[in-house]
């Protein structure tokens, strides 16, 4: 037994059916309608999770399950599905493989920049990552959201340029984009054989051979492919994109560099085991293509997953925080450790309950074990471990170190939430999520709702992160806050559908922000003698500008006793409650910094109250003085028209106080690149189908909060003076 079989042994419990090195946890994630659903329907009809292929548009795939994903072709929700897939020596195209099979745990992503949460919870979790591109239009705005959100995380990932039989498809454009959009060291190790209605098949490059799909219907299509040898006329192409890869390795792979330098010839599976090397350390990244749609690439797709993206072990092990110290701990892949898992989300089955779902990094859990909420200091019972296969449940006695599940019945559990035995008192990083961008009021139509609409509302804020319910304290109304107004529709189909509440709501609401653009200083008194004993409280505070991004920061500087140490933490509370609830105009305060430099106190009146007050009065004071502004949301918005359609589109953007940032031509049509304030963007995707007879499309994602202009700060004003439920 060799030593990394030994070592790999040692760390794989005897009864796991999969062991870690034969494990791969991925995520399928791109821009809306790049093709991830149908990619990850291919995948699990190969691997024969499925015996029969669902369409997108004809709403019976397994990973878009929901009613309202099949109703609008949309992924909502991330969906984890679970399969098989064995590389065999005789048919595949790597002969000195052992035909051994893998476990497969993939995560299909949302495309729309409203259900982004999903993407950013799925991608802490996973150990690498398949990101889709359309052949036709290349890196799209999502597409880097996507992309940053996998680096963030540290995820390798592999790229996957789609719909090459689709008129305007051009791989070497997909990966010219991907180079000087994403800066991404990407190389291909297979090229298109044609393109379009011409699309037949790839051309491996590591191995130097053709692969051919078969022809006729689209039911049969790419059901079986050929080895052939690679076609005359592609054969130079072929061998010059060899060259560049094995060189593209060797400028980042030391041991293929050493055989380069010693003139050592370099076989097929040496400088696989390079391209592997350096796409776990997400130095590489390896370029795939194909058309998910006709079955063609679906394959190798597969085989490159196992082969290229790493297992558990070919990454660096889970870091937790020790709590109670400063220490940071370890997390090794091991089965046989301390258990330590993250529960990464939440979700609300109608047959089985309270479903969390949860990546497990150490040790292995049965039913019947209790693990340990560091959080909450409780420890639970399991009674129900289950792997989902899209809307299907399938019972489990255990899971191992790698594996992702879900667990079903737990109480008192948030996004985030570290589970582990509790002599391991560990807590790991939890993903982070944007703040809210849109918000409204929601009341329920009928009395009968009022309960109904209320605990819905609160299951569907635990799901999801970015999604917010609190009561405007002005009016009492109930307001709810999301990502987009894609987003709280389908809230509130959800509400219809799931908890069978009626509900009315209001006009959508920017959330806007305050910051100052100045320092200044403020006093605070609060005095009040109502006979017996009073009430003082008196607190000095500075504010200066905080760089943006950078938040809220409280500074205590009290010297000398000026206000007690017992009464310093009230005055930091009513600072930042006055910060929460807005100083100008009802808005959150961003971006500042406010020091308590002073006060006064008294013997007998002065208390935590008294002292609260003080800090909102203070902080308003000095904010009053400190040049406040108004900040509202800013979108990157991507347009696709036809040429004829330029002219109006771009007069449109403009009227919305949108700012061009760049016109580009792309396969016979415009994209027009903008940023564009948010509150100008509602009803465009009805303006924008008018403009341009159903055939432009866009898509929008957040970027930046930008100073509000003079110009429309008054209209920002008054509507904050008279809706301040829509505040958030």
Same mark, same amino acid.
């Not at 190969?46 to 109703?71: A, P, R, S």
């Not at 028209?641 to 016109?663: A, F, K, M, S």
């Not at 995707?685 to 159903?694: D, Q, Y």
């Given at each position: ?57 004809? %709403? ?25 897939? !064995?590389?065999?020596?005789?048919? *595949? ?51 880097? !959201? ?186 090794? !892949? ?33 039913? *019947? ?39 079903? %019945? ?24 944007? /703040? ?77 922000? /305050? ?5 200044? /200083? ?80 008294? /013997? ?42 330029? %002219? ?81």
């Amino acid at each position: 037994m060799s030593e990394a079989i030994a070592i790999n042994a040692a760390l794989n419990a005897p009864n796991r059916q999969y062991p870690l090195e034969r494990t791969r946890n991925i995520g399928i994630a791109a821009h809306i309608d790049a093709g991830k659903t149908t990619t990850t329907e291919r995948i699990l009809f190969y691997t024969g999770l499925i015996h029969k292929i669902g369409d997108v548009d004809d %709403g019976n795939t397994v990973t878009d399950w929901m009613e309202q994903e099949k109703e609008r072709g949309i992924t909502i929700t991330s969906a984890a599905v679970t399969c098989f897939w !064995t590389q065999k020596k005789e048919e *595949g195209l790597y002969k000195a493989r052992e035909a051994l099979a893998h476990r497969i745990n993939i995560i299909d992503t949302p495309g729309h920049v409203d259900f982004t949460a999903e993407v950013e919870r799925s991608m802490r979790v996973l150990d690498g990552a398949v990101a889709v591109f359309c052949g036709v239009a290349g890196v799209q705005p999502q597409s880097e !959201t996507v992309w940053r959100q996998a680096t963030k995380y540290k995820v390798p990932r592999i790229a996957f340029v789609n719909k090459m039989d689709r008129t305007g498809a051009n791989f070497e454009n997909a990966l010219n984009d991907m180079r000087k959009k994403l800066n991404a060291y990407a190389f291909p190790i297979f090229l298109p054989i044609g393109a379009e209605d011409q699309f037949a098949g790839v051309i491996d490059v590591v191995n130097q051979k053709a692969i051919v799909w078969g022809t006729g219907d689209i039911e049969n299509e790419g059901l079986k492919y050929e080895i052939q040898e690679i076609p005359e006329g592609l054969k130079e192409a072929a061998k010059q994109a060899l060259e560049e890869l094995i060189d593209a390795v060797s400028n980042k792979d030391d041991l293929i560099a050493e055989m380069i330098l010693e003139e050592k010839p370099i076989s097929s599976e040496q400088l696989k085991a390079g391209i592997r090397r350096l796409t776990c350390k997400i130095e590489m990244i390896p370029v795939l293509c194909g058309s998910a749609f006709k079955k063609k690439g679906v394959q190798v797709l597969v085989d490159a997953v196992v082969d290229y993206l790493p297992s558990p072990i070919d990454i660096p092990s889970a870091v937790g925080h020790e709590l109670g110290s400063e220490n940071m701990l370890d997390v090794p !892949t091991n089965d046989n450790g301390k258990f330590c898992s993250l529960a990464f989300k939440l979700w609300t089955d109608p047959y089985a309950g309270k479903l969390v779902f949860f990546r497990v990094y150490s040790g292995q859990l049965k039913k *019947g074990d209790t693990i340990y909420n560091p959080r909450t200091r409780k420890r639970e019972r399991v009674s129900r471990l289950m792997v989902i296969q899209g809307s299907e449940r399938k019972d489990i006695d255990s899971v191992y170190s790698g594996d992702i599940a879900a667990l079903v %019945g737990l109480r008192n559990i948030t996004t985030g939430d570290t589970l582990c035995n509790e002599d391991f008192d560990i807590t790991l990083e939890p993903p982070t999520f944007p /703040e809210p961008v849109i918000s409204m009021a929601i009341e329920p139509k009928t009395k009968a709702d009022r309960d109904k609409m209320s605990e819905g509302l609160q299951r569907l804020a635990e799901e999801d992160p970015t999604f917010h319910v609190f009561t405007n304290e002005e009016t009492s109304q109930l307001i709810i806050a999301g990502m987009g107004e894609l987003h709280l529709e389908i809230i509130r189909d959800r509400l219809k559908r799931e908890f069978k509440v009626e509900a009315d709501s209001g006009a959508p609401q920017i959330a806007y922000r /305050e910051t100052i653009t100045k320092s200044a /200083e403020g006093e605070g008194k609060f005095i009040r003698q109502s006979g017996g004993r009073g009430q003082y409280g008196h607190a000095c505070v500075r504010v200066e500008p905080n760089e943006k991004g950078k938040g809220v920061e409280v500074i205590n500087e009290i010297v000398g006793g000026a206000i007690p140490r017992e009464y310093v933490p009230a005055v930091e509370n009513g600072i930042r409650e006055a910060i929460k609830s807005g100083v100008y105009a009802g808005y959150q305060v961003i971006d500042i910094k406010v020091a308590i430099t002073d006060g006064s106190f008294h /013997e007998v009146d002065s208390n935590e109250l008294a002292f609260k007050m003080a800090g909102i009065f203070g902080l308003k004071d000095a904010f009053e003085k400190a040049g406040p502004i108004i900040l509202e949301p800013i979108m990157k918005v991507e347009v696709t028209t036809p040429d004829e359609y330029q %002219g109006d589109l771009l007069g449109d953007v403009n009227r919305r106080r949108g700012v061009i940032q760049g016109v580009d031509a792309k396969n016979g049509q415009t994209v027009l690149n903008a940023t564009v304030p948010l509150a100008e963007m509602f009803g465009y995707a009805t303006a924008i189908r008018s403009l341009s007879k159903g055939r432009a499309s866009y898509s929008m994602e957040p970027m930046n909060f930008e100073q509000v202009p003079n110009s429309v700060l008054a209209t920002v004003l008054d509507a904050a003076k008279k809706k301040p439920a829509a505040r958030s």
